[in-house]
């Protein structure tokens, strides 16, 4: 099989997958995949990998106003958040949601 048709046939795979609503280990056993070659196939195609090598990186500034006391920080889709005491719960949700569509 030829690349395209490879990548073709993987493509078609990993909808029928995401369509069926099985865990991925069910699915496989169901579709008489291999788990790995499924898993490979997901990180090779998944638009978070095309998108890491054509987007630049960019930077927002964010004032806080109060003291920072014993902050997390969170990690979402390669960009760093700290969040301290006193946040807005339902800001930082909506902050989240946003940086996984990217």
Known sequence: ???KEKEAYWSAKIDE????????SEWCETAEVAV????YWLRKQ????HHIALKETSWVSCVVEE?????ISLKVNHV????TSGYD???L?????TLRQI
């Open 1 to 3: 099989m030829k690349r």
């Open 17 to 24: 997958y995401q369509n069926s609503g099985l865990a991925l």
């Open 36 to 39: 790995h070659n499924m898993k």
């Open 46 to 49: 998944s638009p978070v990998n």
């Open 67 to 71: 003291s920072i006391e014993n902050p």
């Open 80 to 83: 760093d958040i700290e969040v």
């Open 89 to 91: 719960e339902t800001l």
């Open 93 to 97: 949700l909506q902050v989240i949601r």
